[in-house]
């Protein structure tokens, strides 16, 4: 039994292994033939022929024939190539939306997109080429922090809790001392916080205006 069921088992583990071979070698072919181009750098296949490619700043506007090279024409508009292609239409130019933040840096060409930064305020969340296609808004530290690290075009504002015993509005890039007021002889009225400063009470002048009085009926009982 063990004999026959051991020649019942490979048969199909051949079959099974063929199987997966005609399908890797069927993959292999394909990936080929679409990595290899027949076509030189410089040139882009259609209806396979190898036609020259468009310099940038043009597009296709016939493809070629065993007679003819490729008919080029330039782009018009806001449209533009960067590239030597193979297309029939030219890429539409960016458009630096000040609504996100952004603002032209350099102007679209034929050949060139539209290069765009940011505006003062924002700092840039998707680099592309050199330029900005996204910008968001710098973080305003809350009041109780102070600004660590200002923002700039390319990084957000980074904010921090004031150390005890100071405080900030916010918008400054250090944190205040509360003030003593007992260092100056005055009364604290309300404690410090991390918003707000000590406020101090007005000096009890009391004391020393009896003091005073009391000076003066001694020296006039003693001069009389």
Known sequence: MATSQTLE??????LDMMFYQAI?????????STLCSPCDRA???TNGECCPMCSPGTRVYRHCTEFTSTSCVPCIGATFTNRPNGL???FPCA??????????MTECTASS??????????YCTDPYEGGC????????CKPGDFIKHPGTDSTDTECEICPENSFSSGSSTSCTPHTDCQSKGLPTVKPGDS???????????????????????????LVG
């Open 88 to 90: 029939s239409y030219c």
């Open 9 to 14: 088992i490979f048969p199909s583990m051949d």
């Open 95 to 104: 458009v630096c939306d000040q609504g996100l933040g952004l603002k032209t």
């Open 24 to 32: 890797c070698a069927v993959f292999l072919m394909i990936l080929k």
């Open 133 to 140: 296609r996204a910008a968001r808004k710098h973080t305003t």
């Open 195 to 221: 918003v707000s400063d000590s406020q101090c009470g007005e000096k009890n002048w009391a004391p020393l205006i009896v003091w005073i009085v009391v000076g003066i009926i001694v020296v006039l009982f």
């Open 113 to 122: 997109d539209t290069v765009c930064g940011v505006l003062e305020g924002n």
């Open 43 to 45: 040139e882009y296949e």
